[in-house]
């Protein structure tokens, strides 16, 4: 239901980035070669175009789940409804989390900084990348972070494939409700697990898809299964599962 009230603000190119480049642009034929390879080789990005079932998706397929559109800021108060915290169990959540005090944390996807305040308060001798594309996510995150002296939040500008963080210096990523609008699901894994430290852990909040009773759109929960496939196709496996928040999914991934 609560999904329903959302505002949503497709973002990012709905095209395929495909990084093939040729040294050679200025020589047609060489140009025309590099089309025609691309043209015959076999798709491994595990993306495909359909037409869109369900109008709350982007018509883009990644491992044949369909991509939500992105949640417009125009939405951002319902991030932090006042039954939140007892809806979705939040406290339980963030003991699951088992952070220590100088961990670095990216809270990827923040929106308003729900959590990223949260962990904050958890991490005094680390710090929180608070990790969001769009602009408005941001300036609301700094207004906060001013508010509360919270001066070991970092925000920081992701790009839809990029949520630009130091390699190898993560001890946990969190994700709450945010991967499965990722545009570029593949693009955005493979950064995670080299922003990971080699001990660092990925923790993926999705609804979960199994459980008919949790009132949200399909296209908005996600199945243990499907998040396995997802993570396996970058190299990483699931090493812990907490099922015992009301709605969600809390998966530990690691390297
Ligand atoms: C439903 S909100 C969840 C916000 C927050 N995690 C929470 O639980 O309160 C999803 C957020 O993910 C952000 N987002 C979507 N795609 C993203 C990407 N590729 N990189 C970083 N943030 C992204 C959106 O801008 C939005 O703020």
Redesign the pocket.
């Known amino acids: 239901m609560v999904h329903q009230i959302?505002l949503f603000l497709p973002?990012?190119a709905l095209a395929l980035g495909i990084g093939a480049c040729t040294q050679s642009l200025s020589e047609g034929t060489a140009v025309q070669l590099t089309e025609q390879r691309r043209a015959a080789a076999p798709d491994t990005s595990g993306y495909e175009r359909r037409t869109p079932q369900d109008l709350n998706g982007i018509g883009k397929y990644y491992m044949g789940r369909q991509i939500a559109h992105?949640?417009g800021?125009e939405g951002?108060a319902w991030?932090?409804r006042s039954d939140r915290a007892r809806e979705e169990d939040t406290d339980q959540l963030l003991r699951a989390l088992k952070l220590k005090p100088t961990d670095v944390v990216a809270?990827?996807?923040?929106?308003?900084?729900?959590?990223t305040f949260k962990m904050s308060a958890l991490v005094p001798q680390g710090r929180v990348l608070a990790?969001?594309?769009?602009p408005e996510?941001l300036a609301s995150l700094r207004e906060t972070k001013a508010k509360l002296g919270a001066r070991n939040v970092v925000p920081v500008r992701?790009?839809?494939?990029n949520?630009n963080l130091p390699a190898g210096q993560v001890d946990l990523v969190?994700?709450?409700?945010?991967y499965h609008?990722?545009?570029?699901p593949r693009e955005?894994t493979r950064a995670i697990r080299q922003a990971l430290s080699p001990t660092g852990r990925l923790a993926l909040?999705e609804y979960r898809a199994e459980d008919p009773d949790v009132p949200i759109k399909r296209i908005h929960k996600m199945s243990v299964a499907q998040a396995r496939r997802e993570m396996a196709a970058v190299g990483l496996r699931l090493t812990d599962s907490v099922e015992t928040l009301p709605q969600q999914h809390l998966l530990f991934f690691q390297k």
Do not use: N, S
């Open positions: 959302r973002l990012g992105v949640m800021h951002a991030l932090d809270d990827i996807g923040a929106g308003t900084g729900y959590f990790v969001d594309i769009q996510m992701g790009t839809t494939q949520p969190l994700l709450v409700d945010a609008e990722f545009d570029y955005m909040v």
